[in-house]
């Protein structure tokens, strides 16, 4: 009887270790949330529908390109305004496809910063 319990006390650990045990090699892993963040600049006009925050503030990157926009948040009207935007960052093949881009231009994507604005919020009605 005390070999039975011990047996079926070992089966419930092994059982609990394989349950919380890490994916096993070859499943994809679950991305993970993205991270709302915020950024202060000057917001830009570029081609098309698409805007860029220059002069970025803090030691990360110093240009941001946005490619995309929550709705209800409309940027035009503050081009060449100082803005804080905030929001998630768009990994570099998402932002090629927001953009359209094609050959080389998918490429350039990959060493740029790409996020999508969920709010923004102005500062100053000039930039420096």
């Known amino acids: ?20 045990a890490p994916e096993a090699k070859g ?5 993970a949330a993205a991270k709302v963040h ?11 529908n698409m805007f860029t925050l220059t002069n970025v503030e803090g030691s990360g990157p110093k240009t941001v390109e946005i490619a995309g926009m929550a709705s209800g948040v409309n940027l035009s009207p503050h081009v060449g305004h100082k803005i804080e935007i ?5 990994s ?12 080389k231009e998918k490429k350039e994507e990959r060493g740029e910063h790409h996020m ?7 500062i100053a009605a000039t930039c420096p």
């Open 1 to 20: 009887m005390k070999r039975l319990g011990i047996c079926l006390s070992l089966m419930a650990v092994l059982a609990l270790a394989f349950a919380a």
């Open 92 to 103: 570099p093949k998402a932002a090629a496809r927001a953009e359209g881009a094609k050959g």
């Open 86 to 90: 905030t929001g998630t960052t768009v």
């Open 116 to 122: 999508q604005v969920q709010s923004m919020k102005m």
């Open 27 to 31: 499943q994809k892993k679950k991305a």
């Open 38 to 48: 915020s950024m202060t600049g000057c917001l830009q006009k570029g081609e098309g």
